[in-house]
Nanobody, 127 residues
Framework: QVQLVESGGGLLQAGGSARLSCTIS????????MAWFRQAPGKDRDFVDF???????????FYADSVKGRFTISLDDSRKMVYLQMNALKPEDTAKYYC?????????????????WGRGTQVTVSS
């Protein structure tokens, strides 16, 4: 099990940029897949939307079509952190963003593939 803490959200302008951070602690996680999901306003927490994922070993990345070309997921092994760089923000990016970690993830877009979750950080994009 790993512990995850997100930071970096806030009130942002459409067209702007922001970087979310996820601090990781706990068991060795070099075999984990790390991901960002988001919960849109009015949507149940059980139905979060996939945003991006990265394999800690190898660095393969995966993105939702809605963020491809605008968001970038990355990790810093020395600092034990995962980042989500968000550019060209849109009002529809407004959501609570969650960091998640999972082992032996074969379908990174599925929230059920992840065992450990942070508490989330709110991102609000105004037009």
């Amino acid at each position: 099990q790993v512990q995850l803490v997100e930071s970096g959200g806030g009130l942002l302008q459409a067209g702007g940029s922001a970087r979310l951070s996820c601090t990781i602690s706990g068991r060795p996680f070099n075999m984990y897949t790390m991901a960002w999901f988001r919960q849109a306003p009015g949507k149940d927490r059980d139905f979060v939307d996939f945003v991006a994922a990265i394999n800690w070993s190898g660095g393969s990345t995966f993105y939702a079509d809605s963020v491809k070309g605008r968001f970038t997921i990355s990790l810093d092994d020395s600092r034990k952190m995962v980042y989500l760089q968000m550019n060209a923000l849109k009002p529809e990016d407004t959501a609570k963003y969650y960091c998640a970690a999972g082992l032996e993830v074969t379908r990174p877009q599925l929230s059920s593939a992840y065992d450990d979750w942070g508490r989330g950080t709110q991102v609000t994009v105004s037009s």
